[in-house]
Protein backbone atom coordinates (compact mmCIF):
# COMPACT_ATOMS: atom_id res chain seq x y z
CA UNK A 1 0.00 0.00 0.00
CA UNK A 2 1.13 3.45 -0.69
CA UNK A 3 0.29 6.26 1.69
CA UNK A 4 1.92 9.96 1.85
CA UNK A 5 2.75 9.27 5.98
CA UNK A 6 5.76 11.61 6.30
CA UNK A 7 5.73 15.32 5.92
CA UNK A 8 7.84 18.04 8.26
CA UNK A 9 6.79 21.47 8.96
CA UNK A 10 8.03 23.58 6.24
CA UNK A 11 7.22 22.76 2.26
CA UNK A 12 5.12 20.29 0.64
CA UNK A 13 8.67 19.53 -0.59
CA UNK A 14 9.73 17.19 2.33
CA UNK A 15 6.41 15.10 1.57
CA UNK A 16 7.25 11.76 1.25
CA UNK A 17 5.24 8.52 -0.34
CA UNK A 18 5.96 5.55 1.51
CA UNK A 19 4.71 1.74 1.79
CA UNK A 20 2.60 0.72 5.12
CA UNK A 21 0.69 -2.24 5.83
CA UNK A 22 -3.33 -2.11 5.12
CA UNK A 23 -5.45 -0.83 8.31
CA UNK A 24 -7.95 -2.76 9.81
CA UNK A 25 -10.96 -1.70 10.81
CA UNK A 26 -11.75 -1.03 14.42
CA UNK A 27 -15.52 -1.93 15.38
CA UNK A 28 -17.34 0.88 14.69
CA UNK A 29 -14.72 1.54 11.42
CA UNK A 30 -15.17 0.96 7.90
CA UNK A 31 -11.96 0.52 5.41
CA UNK A 32 -12.40 2.16 1.91
CA UNK A 33 -10.27 1.29 -1.03
CA UNK A 34 -9.33 5.55 -2.02
CA UNK A 35 -10.02 6.04 -5.89
CA UNK A 36 -9.63 10.16 -4.93
CA UNK A 37 -8.92 12.88 -2.28
CA UNK A 38 -8.79 16.46 -2.39
CA UNK A 39 -6.91 19.60 -0.84
CA UNK A 40 -7.85 21.84 1.74
CA UNK A 41 -6.02 24.45 3.65
CA UNK A 42 -6.30 22.34 6.44
CA UNK A 43 -3.91 20.37 4.44
CA UNK A 44 -1.20 22.91 3.63
CA UNK A 45 -1.83 24.86 6.88
CA UNK A 46 -0.15 21.55 8.67
CA UNK A 47 2.31 21.35 5.97
CA UNK A 48 3.39 25.02 6.70
CA UNK A 49 2.60 24.99 10.27
CA UNK A 50 0.69 28.24 9.79
CA UNK A 51 -0.22 29.89 11.80
CA UNK A 52 1.91 28.92 14.62
CA UNK A 53 -0.96 28.00 17.15
CA UNK A 54 -1.35 24.59 14.25
CA UNK A 55 1.34 23.21 16.72
CA UNK A 56 -0.23 22.95 19.92
CA UNK A 57 -2.86 20.79 18.31
CA UNK A 58 -0.75 18.54 15.65
CA UNK A 59 2.70 18.56 17.43
CA UNK A 60 5.20 21.67 18.77
CA UNK A 61 8.31 20.73 17.25
CA UNK A 62 7.19 17.42 14.53
CA UNK A 63 3.72 16.29 13.84
CA UNK A 64 2.81 13.55 16.18
CA UNK A 65 0.34 11.94 13.35
CA UNK A 66 2.75 12.30 9.85
CA UNK A 67 0.06 11.45 7.31
CA UNK A 68 -2.34 14.32 5.11
CA UNK A 69 -5.98 14.48 3.74
CA UNK A 70 -9.49 14.82 5.01
CA UNK A 71 -11.91 13.88 2.05
CA UNK A 72 -11.88 11.21 0.40
CA UNK A 73 -13.90 9.07 -2.53
CA UNK A 74 -13.83 5.20 -3.16
CA UNK A 75 -15.08 1.71 -2.10
CA UNK A 76 -15.64 0.00 0.68
CA UNK A 77 -13.39 -3.08 0.96
CA UNK A 78 -14.31 -4.41 5.13
CA UNK A 79 -16.19 -3.49 7.56
CA UNK A 80 -15.91 -3.51 11.42
CA UNK A 81 -18.33 -6.00 13.39
CA UNK A 82 -20.40 -2.82 14.64
CA UNK A 83 -21.51 -1.18 11.26
CA UNK A 84 -24.82 -1.41 10.11
CA UNK A 85 -25.07 1.42 7.13
CA UNK A 86 -22.00 0.12 5.06
CA UNK A 87 -21.19 -3.03 3.59
CA UNK A 88 -18.21 -4.44 1.10
CA UNK A 89 -18.49 -2.93 -2.51
CA UNK A 90 -20.43 0.04 -1.70
CA UNK A 91 -19.08 3.54 -2.75
CA UNK A 92 -18.72 6.23 -0.23
CA UNK A 93 -17.21 9.60 0.39
CA UNK A 94 -16.35 10.92 3.58
CA UNK A 95 -13.81 12.43 6.06
CA UNK A 96 -11.01 11.47 8.29
CA UNK A 97 -8.95 13.44 10.73
CA UNK A 98 -5.74 12.62 8.11
CA UNK A 99 -4.71 9.92 6.42
CA UNK A 100 -6.59 9.94 3.40
CA UNK A 101 -3.95 10.70 0.62
CA UNK A 102 -3.12 6.59 0.37
CA UNK A 103 -4.62 3.84 -1.17
CA UNK A 104 -6.72 2.98 1.82
CA UNK A 105 -8.01 4.17 4.92
CA UNK A 106 -10.05 3.91 7.67
CA UNK A 107 -13.00 5.91 8.79
CA UNK A 108 -15.78 5.86 11.81
CA UNK A 109 -19.20 5.06 10.21
CA UNK A 110 -20.50 8.18 11.32
CA UNK A 111 -18.10 10.17 9.08
CA UNK A 112 -19.27 8.39 5.45
CA UNK A 113 -22.22 8.44 3.04
CA UNK A 114 -23.22 6.67 0.65
CA UNK A 115 -21.70 8.33 -2.78
CA UNK A 116 -24.75 9.12 -5.50
CA UNK A 117 -24.38 6.45 -8.73
CA UNK A 118 -24.21 9.89 -11.17
CA UNK A 119 -21.70 11.45 -9.45
CA UNK A 120 -17.56 10.96 -9.64
CA UNK A 121 -15.11 9.52 -7.45
CA UNK A 122 -13.59 12.84 -8.03
CA UNK A 123 -16.38 15.16 -7.67
CA UNK A 124 -17.33 13.29 -4.27
CA UNK A 125 -13.96 13.37 -3.29
CA UNK A 126 -14.33 17.28 -3.17
CA UNK A 127 -16.94 17.87 -1.36
CA UNK A 128 -16.82 17.32 2.23
CA UNK A 129 -14.97 19.19 4.10
CA UNK A 130 -15.59 22.52 2.13
CA UNK A 131 -19.50 21.63 1.88
CA UNK A 132 -20.25 20.99 5.36
CA UNK A 133 -18.37 24.12 6.25
CA UNK A 134 -20.16 26.09 3.86
CA UNK A 135 -23.41 24.49 4.25
CA UNK A 136 -23.04 24.90 8.28
CA UNK A 137 -22.06 28.57 8.43
CA UNK A 138 -24.94 29.10 6.30
CA UNK A 139 -27.58 27.08 7.96
CA UNK A 140 -26.41 26.71 11.25
CA UNK A 141 -24.87 30.25 12.12
CA UNK A 142 -25.97 32.15 9.76
CA UNK A 143 -29.42 31.11 9.64
CA UNK A 144 -29.74 31.51 5.82
CA UNK A 145 -33.60 32.18 4.81
CA UNK A 146 -35.36 32.33 0.95
CA UNK A 147 -35.46 35.65 -0.50
CA UNK A 148 -32.17 37.18 1.52
CA UNK A 149 -29.74 39.06 -0.46
CA UNK A 150 -26.61 36.92 0.32
CA UNK A 151 -22.70 37.50 -0.17
CA UNK A 152 -19.66 35.38 -0.21
CA UNK A 153 -16.28 36.59 -0.07
CA UNK A 154 -14.20 34.48 -1.66
CA UNK A 155 -16.90 32.72 -3.73
CA UNK A 156 -14.29 31.01 -6.51
CA UNK A 157 -12.68 28.98 -3.83
CA UNK A 158 -13.44 25.47 -2.51
CA UNK A 159 -15.64 26.53 0.42
CA UNK A 160 -16.77 29.51 -0.94
CA UNK A 161 -17.92 27.65 -4.52
CA UNK A 162 -20.25 25.54 -2.13
CA UNK A 163 -21.43 28.37 -0.51
CA UNK A 164 -22.97 30.31 -3.79
CA UNK A 165 -24.59 26.86 -4.85
CA UNK A 166 -26.05 26.07 -1.07
CA UNK A 167 -27.30 29.53 -0.97
CA UNK A 168 -29.26 29.73 -4.01
CA UNK A 169 -30.27 25.98 -3.12
CA UNK A 170 -31.92 27.83 -0.26
CA UNK A 171 -33.29 30.03 -2.29
CA UNK A 172 -31.23 33.60 -1.41
CA UNK A 173 -30.21 36.22 -4.16
CA UNK A 174 -26.45 35.50 -3.55
CA UNK A 175 -23.56 38.12 -4.60
CA UNK A 176 -20.24 36.15 -5.30
CA UNK A 177 -16.66 38.37 -4.77
CA UNK A 178 -13.70 37.00 -6.59
CA UNK A 179 -11.08 38.26 -8.74
CA UNK A 180 -11.26 39.05 -12.68
CA UNK A 181 -9.77 35.38 -14.35
CA UNK A 182 -13.07 34.01 -12.24
CA UNK A 183 -16.03 35.80 -12.75
CA UNK A 184 -17.71 34.04 -15.23
CA UNK A 185 -16.93 30.75 -13.55
CA UNK A 186 -18.91 32.18 -10.27
CA UNK A 187 -21.42 33.06 -12.47
CA UNK A 188 -22.29 30.11 -13.70
CA UNK A 189 -22.74 28.26 -10.26
CA UNK A 190 -25.20 30.54 -9.90
CA UNK A 191 -24.42 33.35 -8.50
CA UNK A 192 -27.15 36.65 -9.08
CA UNK A 193 -24.39 39.08 -9.32
CA UNK A 194 -20.31 39.13 -9.50
CA UNK A 195 -18.11 41.43 -8.04
CA UNK A 196 -14.52 41.82 -8.87
CA UNK A 197 -12.83 42.60 -6.13
CA UNK A 198 -9.80 44.10 -8.24
CA UNK A 199 -12.25 47.13 -9.59
CA UNK A 200 -14.74 47.32 -6.91
CA UNK A 201 -15.20 47.52 -2.68
CA UNK A 202 -18.01 45.62 -1.93
CA UNK A 203 -18.01 47.70 1.46
CA UNK A 204 -18.16 51.07 -0.32
CA UNK A 205 -20.65 50.41 -2.76
CA UNK A 206 -23.74 51.46 -0.85
CA UNK A 207 -25.28 48.00 -0.83
CA UNK A 208 -26.41 46.16 2.08
CA UNK A 209 -26.87 42.34 2.63
CA UNK A 210 -28.76 40.42 4.91
CA UNK A 211 -25.92 37.68 5.48
CA UNK A 212 -22.20 37.90 4.44
CA UNK A 213 -20.29 34.86 4.49
CA UNK A 214 -17.06 35.49 4.35
CA UNK A 215 -13.99 33.21 3.76
CA UNK A 216 -11.42 35.26 2.94
CA UNK A 217 -11.97 38.10 5.96
CA UNK A 218 -9.76 40.02 4.67
CA UNK A 219 -11.89 43.74 5.72
CA UNK A 220 -11.84 45.17 8.51
CA UNK A 221 -15.07 44.91 11.10
CA UNK A 222 -15.94 48.65 11.05
CA UNK A 223 -16.19 47.50 6.71
CA UNK A 224 -18.38 44.56 7.12
CA UNK A 225 -20.72 46.46 9.54
CA UNK A 226 -20.83 48.99 6.72
CA UNK A 227 -21.88 46.18 4.72
CA UNK A 228 -24.51 44.37 6.28
CA UNK A 229 -27.75 45.04 6.81
CA UNK A 230 -29.78 46.67 10.05
CA UNK A 231 -30.63 42.65 11.06
CA UNK A 232 -27.98 41.35 8.91
CA UNK A 233 -25.63 38.34 10.43
CA UNK A 234 -21.56 38.76 9.43
CA UNK A 235 -20.24 34.74 9.33
CA UNK A 236 -16.52 34.33 9.29
CA UNK A 237 -15.62 30.85 7.88
CA UNK A 238 -11.84 31.41 7.20
CA UNK A 239 -9.26 34.14 7.24
CA UNK A 240 -6.48 36.15 5.65
CA UNK A 241 -4.15 36.50 8.72
CA UNK A 242 -4.23 35.86 12.21
CA UNK A 243 -4.63 39.36 13.10
CA UNK A 244 -7.55 40.01 10.97
CA UNK A 245 -9.50 36.77 12.57
CA UNK A 246 -8.66 38.56 15.91
CA UNK A 247 -9.85 42.01 14.96
CA UNK A 248 -13.21 40.45 13.62
CA UNK A 249 -13.84 38.16 16.59
CA UNK A 250 -12.45 40.76 19.47
CA UNK A 251 -14.58 43.42 17.96
CA UNK A 252 -18.13 42.12 16.43
CA UNK A 253 -20.00 41.71 18.92
CA UNK A 254 -18.81 46.02 20.03
CA UNK A 255 -18.98 47.06 16.23
CA UNK A 256 -22.52 45.43 15.52
CA UNK A 257 -25.42 47.59 15.56
CA UNK A 258 -28.59 46.42 17.60
CA UNK A 259 -30.08 43.35 15.27
CA UNK A 260 -26.59 42.83 13.59
CA UNK A 261 -24.42 39.71 14.50
CA UNK A 262 -21.20 39.81 13.54
CA UNK A 263 -18.78 36.97 14.76
CA UNK A 264 -17.22 33.09 13.82
CA UNK A 265 -18.70 29.97 12.83
CA UNK A 266 -17.46 26.95 14.87
CA UNK A 267 -15.27 23.83 13.44
CA UNK A 268 -17.46 22.54 10.62
CA UNK A 269 -18.09 18.98 12.36
CA UNK A 270 -18.71 16.02 10.73
CA UNK A 271 -21.80 13.76 10.78
CA UNK A 272 -23.76 11.20 8.74
CA UNK A 273 -26.67 13.51 8.44
CA UNK A 274 -24.83 15.89 6.79
CA UNK A 275 -23.26 14.42 4.42
CA UNK A 276 -26.37 12.55 3.42
CA UNK A 277 -27.58 16.05 2.81
CA UNK A 278 -24.62 16.94 0.87
CA UNK A 279 -24.85 13.26 -1.03
CA UNK A 280 -28.63 13.80 -1.38
CA UNK A 281 -27.60 17.59 -3.09
CA UNK A 282 -24.77 16.16 -5.43
CA UNK A 283 -26.91 13.55 -6.46
CA UNK A 284 -29.91 15.59 -7.87
CA UNK A 285 -26.79 17.86 -9.07
CA UNK A 286 -28.10 20.97 -6.86
CA UNK A 287 -24.15 21.60 -6.35
CA UNK A 288 -21.38 20.52 -8.54
CA UNK A 289 -18.13 20.58 -7.33
CA UNK A 290 -15.85 22.60 -9.31
CA UNK A 291 -12.93 20.48 -10.04
CA UNK A 292 -9.77 22.65 -11.25
CA UNK A 293 -6.98 19.81 -11.69
CA UNK A 294 -6.68 16.16 -11.02
CA UNK A 295 -2.62 15.34 -9.87
CA UNK A 296 -1.58 11.90 -9.32
CA UNK A 297 -1.14 10.75 -5.63
CA UNK A 298 3.05 10.60 -6.70
CA UNK A 299 2.33 14.70 -7.26
CA UNK A 300 0.65 15.40 -4.14
CA UNK A 301 3.37 17.68 -3.23
CA UNK A 302 2.57 19.89 -6.65
CA UNK A 303 -1.04 19.88 -5.76
CA UNK A 304 -0.52 21.11 -2.42
CA UNK A 305 1.98 23.74 -4.11
CA UNK A 306 -0.68 24.75 -7.11
CA UNK A 307 -3.09 25.23 -4.14
CA UNK A 308 -1.60 27.34 -1.84
CA UNK A 309 0.23 29.10 -4.82
CA UNK A 310 -2.24 29.54 -7.87
CA UNK A 311 -5.01 29.97 -5.62
CA UNK A 312 -6.67 27.36 -6.82
CA UNK A 313 -10.52 27.81 -8.55
CA UNK A 314 -12.88 25.22 -6.42
CA UNK A 315 -10.96 22.08 -5.49
CA UNK A 316 -8.09 20.38 -6.45
CA UNK A 317 -7.89 16.78 -6.45
CA UNK A 318 -5.77 13.93 -5.95
CA UNK A 319 -6.55 10.64 -8.03
CA UNK A 320 -5.14 7.87 -6.40
CA UNK A 321 -6.30 4.93 -8.88
Request: aromatic share 10%; proline share 4%.
Amino acid sequence: MKAIVRYEYGSPDVIQLVETEKPTPKEDEVLVKVYAASINSYDWRFVRAVPFLVRTSVGLFKPQDPSLGADFAGTVEAVGSNVTMFKPGDEVFGEVGAGAYAEYVCAQEKALAHKPVNVSFEEAAAAPMAALTAMQGLRDTGKIKAGQKVLVNGASGGVGTFAVMIAKYYGAEVTGVCRTRNLEMVRSIGADHVIDYTKEDFTKNGVQYDLIYDVAANRSVFDYKRALAPNGKYVMAGFSTMLHMIHIVSLGSLVASKGQQIGMMGTAYTNGADLAFIAELLGSRKIVPVVEKTYPLDDTAKALHHYEKEHARGKIVVSVV
